[in-house]
């Protein structure tokens, strides 16, 4: 395998960073099958990109339909992770069943409420009732139903 030229290799960068997602994983395929044996890994280092994606963008041209067309999407619809709320419908409940007997707020001021509850300790609760969540999951819950954190304040003397 011959590699190519350093003027050539920064064309190429300067290209692959100007497809899609989908154009720049077969743009790396059809280099690297033009390279022969040797050329995922230097094509790999070339573009910066990884050798399974490369082995992937291969496959895939080994088995392209007869006219595939351009397409609008680049990956599937409905891919990614559901929200919390479609896992767990009742989720609100619960929370603040956990949070209930370790609350307590401002009495003249009713918005103003706080939990003594470590993040951590929410998540442990709500894991004892078979809902099971992230530390990023239980705060976006305190800041959904507005707990606001309470902080030792230091008096100067």
Request: with cysteine; charged share 35%.
């Amino acid at each position: 395998m011959e590699p190519y030229p350093t003027e050539i290799e920064e064309q190429m960068r300067t290209f692959h960073q100007t497809l899609n997602e989908k154009d720049r994983r077969r743009y790396a395929g059809i280099e690297a099958i033009k390279l022969g044996h040797g050329g995922i890994t230097y094509i790999s280092r070339v573009l910066g990109c990884s050798r399974p994606t490369i082995i992937s963008a291969i496959r895939e041209l080994e088995n392209l339909d007869e006219s595939p067309g351009p397409t609008k999407r680049i990956r599937t619809k409905g891919g990614g992770r559901k929200p919390i709320e479609e896992i767990y419908p009742n989720i609100d409940e619960v929370f603040l069943e956990v949070v209930k007997s370790n609350t307590a707020g401002d009495p003249q001021d009713d918005k103003l409420i706080w939990t003594n509850l470590t993040l951590q300790q929410v998540v442990e609760r709500l894991e004892e009732r078979d809902i099971s969540v992230s530390h990023t999951v239980a705060k976006k819950l305190l800041k959904k139903h507005n707990f606001k954190r309470r902080k030792a304040q230091k008096k100067r003397p």
